[in-house]
């Protein structure tokens, strides 16, 4: 039996008052919510802490957008598995586009990022996803098959979850297709051992559009970026039909 997950990733918003303004906002609307579909709020490290104290006991949990492959050491601005599950961190954002666009991230630190947030008890939400010239120029399949299996050597699919991001769909309000997004996700899921592994699109996802995507037999959930900052679109999302 698949989960379904939902997940905002807010990137470099919201400080910690703003991190406590959206909850008074959001929590009241997630009271019909089916228990099954769960909710993670990828924070600022800076929120984290905030945010695991008033959410103690409620069924948001939380993740943190990155993490360093050691325990400890001399890696100035990085941070470790255990720092994150000592404030209640439970999940871990690793691979976003954003990192490996900006911050140098590849196949191979990705996949001892993702090692290292299982050893320290961390679910990982792995990033995939092709540019805009890798899909125009029929790459799609073959980029994704292989941040897939680079990516996950070695990695234990039984505490994983991946996104499917197309780069050209994030914060563009281009989403991908429902149909489109939906075959490639069941593409990555052809290539799992563990064929249960939440399977995430991200990409412009919003409120107008999440029923379509939802309604996909091989998405089981979103990975949202713009719409999550806002209390109320983020509800809608997660209140999909
Ligand atoms: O990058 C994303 C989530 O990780 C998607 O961002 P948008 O929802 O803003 O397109």
Redesign the pocket.
């Known amino acids: 039996m698949r989960r379904i997950v939902i997940a905002g990733?807010w990137?470099m918003h919201k400080t910690q008052a703003d991190s406590l303004a959206f909850l008074n906002g959001f929590l009241p609307q997630l009271e019909a919510t089916p228990e099954e579909r769960e909710v993670i709020l990828c924070a600022p490290f800076t929120a984290l802490t905030t945010l695991s104290k008033t959410l103690h006991g409620s069924r948001v949990m939380i993740g943190a957008q990155n993490i360093h492959w050691e325990s400890s050491g001399a890696y100035t601005g990085e941070i470790s598995g255990e720092m994150l599950t000592e404030i209640g961190v439970r999940y871990v954002?690793v691979g976003?586009?954003?990192r490996r666009e900006y911050f140098g991230d590849t196949d191979e630190t990705v996949n001892l990022r993702l090692k290292a947030a299982q050893a320290a008890g961390l679910t990982p939400i792995l990033?995939v996803g092709e540019t805009k010239q890798q899909r125009d120029a029929g790459d799609t399949e073959t980029h994704v098959v292989n941040q897939i299996e680079k990516g996950l050597m070695g990695v234990d699919q039984s505490k994983l979850i991946i996104?499917y991001?197309p780069i050209w769909?994030?914060?563009?309000g281009d989403t991908c297709a429902s149909e489109e997004a939906n075959r490639v996700c069941w593409l990555i899921r052809s290539q799992l051992a563990n064929k249960d592994v939440p399977i995430q699109y991200?990409?412009?996802?919003?409120p107008g559009n999440v029923d379509e995507i939802m309604a996909q037999p091989d998405i089981d959930g979103a990975?949202?970026?713009?719409?999550?900052l806002d209390p109320q679109n983020f509800a809608r999302i997660i209140n999909y039909q």
């Open positions: 990733n990137k954002v976003h586009s954003e990033c996104a991001e769909a994030i914060g563009t991200g990409g412009s996802v919003k990975l949202v970026g713009g719409a999550s």
